[in-house]
């Protein structure tokens, strides 16, 4: 069975995506900063709302993937947390400063995640050698690999993507970054079985006085404060449509 997994930035997108039929969520926060650990009051609903599994991410901060100490102890933290609190999967990847998986650090994130499957995210895709970060990967005993293919989107990533996709000896290769209703079909022809997308649009806010010139935002003085990214519900829908029709002719 192909899996649709849906990246959502809170609860009611995570609602959204589960009613519009994905078959997993990541969870996480901040999608202005890539994805980062969301909070434990959203943790917790989502344990209380959803029946689908839910991957919470650990990401500490916006950025690379190289951490300071404090930096992990905060991620070992959150990935027993986690684990306590019942979820089936993590989400999380930690490189060192040449550019290699951190064997050391991943080796105590796994220990921690007890029963939990591992995703390694796109850390993957900052990696120097990817084959070699593969083979490490897979003697860690990490379940699956989001990548692009280390390129900017997953669609320019496909020729690493059937690379990695053929030498899995173990984890499973996801793609993700660019994944969307004109391409997902690229990505099962060449035999994916999960497929990971935001399946996002900005909605706008409900409010209707609105004080003009003043942002939250200290990066982009142009961020529109009166809309929010939201996961798609008709495209969701729709992705899912094209994963049934391929596999029926499978």
Do not use: W
Request: hydrophobic content about 40%.
């Amino acid at each position: 069975m192909i899996k649709l997994e849906i990246c959502c930035y809170s609860i009611n997108c995570a609602l959204v995506a589960q009613k519009a039929g994905a078959d997993r969520i990541e969870l996480s926060a901040s999608p202005s900063e890539g994805g980062v650990t969301p909070s434990f009051g959203a943790l917790q609903h989502a344990l209380q709302r959803l029946s689908i599994p839910v991957y919470p991410i650990v990401r500490p901060r916006k950025g690379d993937f190289c951490y300071s100490n404090t930096d992990f102890e905060v991620m070992k933290n959150d990935v027993a947390c986690i684990r306590d609190m019942g979820f089936p999967g993590v989400v999380f990847g930690v490189l060192n400063e040449e550019g290699h998986i951190d064997l050391l650090r991943m080796k105590q994130l796994m220990s921690l995640s007890g029963n939990m499957e591992v995703t390694f995210h796109r850390a993957f895709d900052m990696c120097f050698n990817p084959h070699v970060a593969l083979e490490q990967l897979t003697e860690l005993g990490v379940q699956r690999i989001l990548t692009s293919g280390q390129q900017q989107n997953a669609e320019l990533g496909l020729p690493l993507l059937k690379e990695l996709l053929q030498a899995s000896q173990g984890p499973i290769i996801m793609p993700g970054a660019g994944v969307r209703m004109s391409n997902i079909s690229k990505f099962l022809e060449i035999g994916i079985t999960e497929v990971h997308s935001s399946a996002g649009k900005m909605v706008p806010s409900s409010m209707r006085y609105r004080k003009a010139g003043v942002t939250m935002s200290s990066d982009d003085s142009d961020m529109d404060e009166y809309a929010h990214y939201c996961v798609d519900e008709q495209l969701v829908e729709s992705m899912k449509g094209v994963i049934s029709l391929i596999q029926r002719k499978k």
